[in-house]
């Protein structure tokens, strides 16, 4: 006979997650549950996940999936960890959670797992990575984050996301067209199949003349690999810099720390989500406030 908590679980980390046997009654001296449990656990008492890939989430979609869990509760439990008495940080599922606070839920079922740092960066984003409407660019960047933060080789990262080894450079080598290119193929203006054919092309600047022609032109995939037969026809256009627009929680982020440094602080980010925060000052004075609100 099958353990339904097992198929609750359905696709996605199950094959990472492989949950053991649980007991929702399971307590210890620490909190209410245990770790390897599955429990209703109360929404306040759930941290988020500081380790989240993704930055955006369609609120029409969330108010849909709101208006399920009311009639039909939530069917996927959530994926969490201990942090200390009754205190839980997400792992997995957080659309579920915001979609269950919308609904004006008190509690959510979740499976209390173990887990550090590296672990949840690396479930967080091999999570990502198996939705279904990821654009090619967030794939390559999860896989290139998972490459280096989580110090996996290609091959392990093979086997972990279920993906050849031939696929997962494909994607990586996105991250080294120009930014418009990269852009236009998170924005759905050009295909992977565009994205291909670009890439194989080896001039920057052809690079993006292509990307626009493209764009412009409507052209097909096949029409991409006809023209890159025939670069010395392709017009090389004078290529402007693509400023990468700032999230609203880090645009708002940015207005708070103007406010907490009374300074006309910025926070720099480009299409890669690599950046820094700059605080400007114009006396030592200044500096010294800086330093001491930053407690150093």
């Known amino acids: 006979m099958n353990n339904p908590k097992?198929?609750?679980?359905?696709?996605g980390l199950s094959a990472i997650l492989e949950s053991p046997e649980t007991d929702i009654t399971s307590k210890?001296?620490?909190?209410?549950?245990?770790?390897?449990?599955?429990?209703?656990?109360?929404?306040?008492?759930?941290?988020?996940?500081?380790?989240?890939?993704?930055e955006e989430f369609d609120e029409t979609a969330l108010r849909d999936l709101a208006d399920s869990i009311r009639e039909q509760g939530i069917?996927?439990?959530?994926?969490?960890?201990?942090?200390?008495?009754?205190?839980?940080?997400?792992?997995?599922?957080e659309?579920?959670?915001?979609?269950?606070?919308?609904?004006?839920?008190?509690?959510?079922?979740?499976?209390i797992?173990?887990?550090?740092?590296?672990?949840?960066?690396?479930?967080?984003?091999?999570?990502?990575?198996?939705?279904?409407?990821?654009n090619a660019i967030e794939i390559a960047i999860s896989y290139t984050r998972l490459l280096e933060e989580c110090d996996l080789?290609?091959?392990?990262?093979?086997?972990?996301?279920?993906?050849?080894?031939?696929?997962?450079?494909?994607y990586i080598r996105l991250l080294k067209l120009p930014a418009e290119v990269q852009a236009a193929l998170r924005d759905g203006q050009i295909s992977m199949g565009h994205a291909r054919s670009i890439i194989s092309v080896e001039d920057p600047l052809k690079q993006v003349?292509?990307?626009?022609?493209?764009?412009?032109?409507?052209?097909?995939?096949?029409?991409?690999?006809?023209?890159?037969?025939?670069?010395?026809?392709?017009?090389?256009e004078p290529v402007k810099p693509l400023k990468a627009t700032l999230p609203v929680k880090y645009s708002e982020a940015q207005q708070q720390l103007k406010d907490r440094f009374s300074s006309n602080v910025e926070i720099k980010r480009d299409v890669k989500g690599k950046g820094s925060i700059v605080i400007p000052f114009t006396s030592d004075t200044d500096l010294e406030k800086i330093i001491a609100i930053l407690g150093i």
């Open 6 to 11: 097992k198929k609750a679980l359905g696709r």
């Open 75 to 93: 069917i996927q439990p959530l994926t969490i960890r201990k942090m200390g008495f009754d205190k839980y940080q997400l792992i997995s599922g």
């Open 28 to 54: 210890d001296i620490s909190g209410n549950y245990v770790a390897g449990a599955i429990a209703n656990i109360p929404v306040g008492s759930i941290d988020a996940n500081p380790f989240q890939p993704r």
């Open 113 to 134: 797992r173990v887990a550090n740092d590296e672990q949840m960066l690396e479930w967080a984003l091999i999570e990502n990575i198996q939705r279904e409407n990821l």
């Open 153 to 170: 080789t290609q091959e392990e990262l093979s086997k972990r996301v279920g993906k050849n080894r031939a696929t997962i450079s494909n």
């Open 209 to 236: 003349a292509i990307t626009r022609k493209i764009s412009k032109d409507d052209l097909s995939v096949r029409d991409v690999e006809k023209l890159v037969k025939q670069l010395e026809k392709i017009p090389v």
């Open 95 to 111: 659309r579920r959670l915001r979609a269950a606070k919308l609904a004006g839920l008190e509690t959510v079922p979740a499976y």
